[in-house]
Structures are given as structure tokens and as C-alpha cells.
């Protein structure tokens, strides 16, 4: 069974940055991938950054590329995402997943961590 704990929310000006982590515990942790989504108040959760364990290959939704860095340490089994020029519209709660084969679901969700904006 994977946990998964993500530090670093907080309230912070439009413009500003934050650091969220994601660190995973379990008895054997090798995904195929990890993955971080948000959730704004009314809206579905959606998708926003994904690197895979091996290769470190990420991928972003268009909403957040040039301004979020996703990164990962073997080593300590903790998911990063680096957040620039903050926005508003970047206010939610922010999930870290991980999926632990190329074609199977995220099936390892933590408890999020809440991301506000301030304009």
C-alpha cells in the first residue's frame, strides 16, 4: 500500500512561487509514473503536471507550462512541483498520485494540500 503525504501550500501573492512536495512511503515504491492534479472550488479535478520514475519524461497542461517545474528524487521517493508567477486562477487543492504501470489509472492519491492565490 503506497501513501502519499504533499507538503508546501500556502497563501501567497499573484506573481509569487511555492514549493510542493509529495513523499511516498510503502514497502517496495517503484512507479511507473507520478503526478500531480488540482481541484478548484465548483470545478473537477483536472491534470496538472506528470513525470515518469525512470526516465524523468514530464509532461504539463498548457494552463501551467512555462510556470511549473515537476522533478522527482529517486532517492527520497518525493515528487516536487516548483510553481512560478502564481496566479489566481491557480488557486486550489493540489493532489499528488502516482500509477504504477504505463497503462494503468492513478490509483495512489494524497490527502492535497490547499494553493491560494491572492490577487
Known amino acids: 500500500q503506497v501513501q502519499l503525504v504533499e507538503l508546501g501550500g500556502g497563501l501567497v501573492q499573484a506573481g509569487g512561487s511555492l514549493r510542493l512536495s509529495c513523499a511516498a512511503s510503502?514497502?517496495?515504491?517503484?512507479?511507473?509514473?507520478m503526478a500531480w492534479f488540482r481541484q478548484a472550488p465548483g470545478k473537477e479535478r483536472g491534470f496538472v503536471a506528470s513525470?515518469?520514475?525512470?526516465?524523468?519524461?514530464?509532461g504539463y497542461a498548457d494552463s501551467v507550462k512555462g510556470r511549473f517545474t515537476i522533478s522527482r528524487d529517486n532517492a527520497k521517493n518525493t515528487v516536487y512541483l516548483q510553481m512560478n508567477s502564481l496566479k489566481p486562477e491557480d488557486t486550489a487543492v493540489y493532489y499528488c498520485?502516482?500509477?504504477?504501470?504505463?497503462?494503468?489509472?492513478?490509483?495512489?492519491w494524497g490527502q492535497g494540500t490547499q494553493v491560494t492565490v491572492s490577487s
Open positions: 513525470i515518469t520514475w525512470g526516465d524523468g519524461s514530464a
Open positions: 510503502g514497502r517496495t515504491f517503484s512507479p511507473y509514473a
Open positions: 498520485a502516482s500509477r504504477p504501470g504505463r497503462f494503468s489509472n492513478y490509483n495512489s
